[in-house]
């Protein structure tokens, strides 16, 4: 951020004590402005390094992020209320998916030469994709590294300065990824956070000279961000929420199913986009994993295995949709009593129906909801019925029924007998279908997802005869044309 002087603050918050972790500054829009400014000179900067300059530079901020992962888990656990080993576990990950943009980014984005057609001949034709400039990045608390890193490792990867709005909730760890970038890259300001409230992520949205906004957070407030991008035709990816399903067919492995669904749902007390919140199991395996799932959600302690809810509000949503699910369905494992704030034990909910808002609303809490099915058809069916498409999961011991029903079920990611699986791999690409989103971040298309595709053709000698593109040809030019076309594709097959 550049030297400003800004008069209003805002706290950070340690959500289980209540205690103020840090005070940072209220980013209004001049200082978003004279940001994004300072941004678009680095972009140039950044840019002219070419691929093996910035390969150099984020393979240092890896090794700088590696050497703090203590420090950097420290803060989220102060933060967001997360074990202290989970948020370990979220800054390993991150580490992992910058080395592999990093290391990518030239073999994706880098000019290739391409066929130029059997008309093209003479043309030498290259592809290459260039920097949008400066992408502003609009981040989540839930996940305060791994999420918007999936965006900053890429964009800056590809070529671009980066601009970061962290969560109101966790700004602190946005300000700390930032430093840690100015110690690996100290030239420039290529990678800046800037701090405020949701206005501030609206001055981001709404700045001219963004290349593009990556937004991770609600589906309302990513429609909120798009209007004010539609001001300047900014473009955005969008990674919004979930309510992802868990599919347990008849050959489950049902121990690894109901670990992974207690995992799934459970884990991070359920504020995970890609995280489970709907299970439907064949009729055939119901009850006995109804007990491998009951056994071990009783285990999970909240304030021991997860922390508490981090944002506040959000405990308002879970109680409704206990009380929703309960009022529908059977409890099997907690109900109302369990929503004891900033922490909610663990709640295992039956037999809900389809049209309950528990079921069709992403709750962002440590609930399940389970469904007795016929079959893996409806399991699929209903799993598929939701405005959300995010990810998912498949439980099946046969590798050519789970790969089919992973293939048909509407999201953008599916686990196979194992739960979030997909997000640890840096080569594979994140994002939603419908209303949990657009675009996508991680492996060649998320470096693509923050470049643009530039075509150049190169004439490298005249084709005699052939040169149709000029008002001084003939006749015989197009009829040349048209045999050779004709010879090429206008044989009956
Ligand atoms: P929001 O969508 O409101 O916030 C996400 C980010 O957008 C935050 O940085 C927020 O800043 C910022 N923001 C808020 N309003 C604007 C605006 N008008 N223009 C630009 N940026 C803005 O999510 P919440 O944190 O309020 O969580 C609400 C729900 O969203 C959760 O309950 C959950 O269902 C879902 N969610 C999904 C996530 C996912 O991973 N897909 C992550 C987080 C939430 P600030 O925090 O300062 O308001």
Redesign the pocket.
């Known amino acids: 951020m550049t030297a400003m002087t800004e008069h209003r603050t805002f706290d950070s918050l340690n959500p289980a004590t209540g205690a103020v972790v840090g005070t940072h500054p209220v980013h209004g829009a001049e200082a978003v402005r004279a940001t994004v400014e300072t941004a678009a000179d680095a972009a140039v900067w950044w840019r002219r390094l070419g691929f093996a300059g910035r390969r150099a530079r984020l393979l240092t901020y890896k090794s700088v992020l590696a050497r703090n992962i203590g420090r950097i888990a420290a803060l989220v656990n102060e933060e967001t209320g997360k074990p202290h080993a989970d948020a370990t576990l979220e800054v390993v990950v991150t580490v992992a998916h910058l080395d592999w943009a990093a290391r990518h980014a030239r073999r994706v984005l880098g000019p290739r030469r391409v066929f130029p057609g059997l008309l093209g001949v003479n043309l030498a034709a290259t592809l290459e994709y260039q920097p949008l400039g400066t992408v502003g990045v609009?981040?989540?608390?839930?996940?305060p590294v791994f999420?918007p890193m999936g965006s900053i490792a890429y964009a800056l990867a590809a070529g671009n300065a980066v601009v970061f709005?962290?969560?109101?909730?966790t700004p602190g760890v946005g300000v700390l990824l930032a430093d840690l970038f100015a110690q690996a890259v100290p030239e420039r300001d290529v990678f800046q956070t800037v701090t405020?409230?949701?206005?501030?992520?609206?001055a981001?949205?709404g700045q001219p000279g963004i290349g593009k906004i990556a937004?991770?957070?609600?589906t309302?407030?990513?429609k909120?961000?798009m209007a004010?991008c539609a001001a300047n035709l900014t473009p955005i990816v969008a990674?919004?929420?979930?309510k992802d399903a868990l599919i347990v067919d008849h050959d489950a492995d049902l121990a690894a199913a109901a670990d992974a669904a207690v995992w799934g749902a459970l884990s991070n007390a359920g504020q995970t986009?890609v995280g489970v919140e709907r299970v439907y199991v064949v009729d055939a395996v119901y009850d006995r994993f109804m007990r491998e799932l009951t056994a071990r959600a009783r285990e999970v302690r909240a304030g021991e295995h997860y922390g508490p809810i981090t944002?506040p509000?959000?405990v308002d949503?879970i109680r409704r949709h206990i009380g929703e699910a309960v009022a529908g369905g059977r409890a099997v494992i907690g109900g109302p009593e369990s929503v004891r704030p900033p922490y909610v034990d663990p709640v295992v909910v039956e037999d809900v129906p389809e049209d309950n808002p528990a079921v069709q609303e992403?709750t962002?809490g440590p609930t399940i909801t389970v469904s007795r099915v016929a079959d893996a058809e409806e399991a699929l069916a209903r799993a598929n019925a939701t405005a959300y498409g995010l990810a998912g999961t498949v439980f099946s011991r046969s590798p050519r029924r789970a790969m089919e029903l992973a293939r048909r079920m509407r999201s953008g990611m599916t686990a196979i007998n194992s739960v979030i699986s997909f997000a640890q791999i840096p080569a594979l690409p994140f994002g939603g279908v419908g209303d949990s989103g657009f675009g996508r971040i991680h492996g060649a298309d998320g470096l693509r997802e923050f470049a643009r595709p530039k075509s150049i053709s190169r004439q490298r000698f005249t084709l005699p005869g052939m040169n149709v593109t000029t008002f001084g040809r003939g006749e015989a030019e197009v009829d040349r044309l048209v045999k050779l076309v004709t010879f090429l594709h206008g044989r009956r097959r």
């Open positions: 609009i981040g989540p608390w839930n996940y999420t709005k962290p969560s109101e909730l405020g409230l949701g206005e501030t992520g609206a981001l949205a937004f991770t957070g609600s309302a407030t990513a909120r961000v004010a990674e919004c929420g979930g986009c944002m509000a959000q949503v992403e962002f």
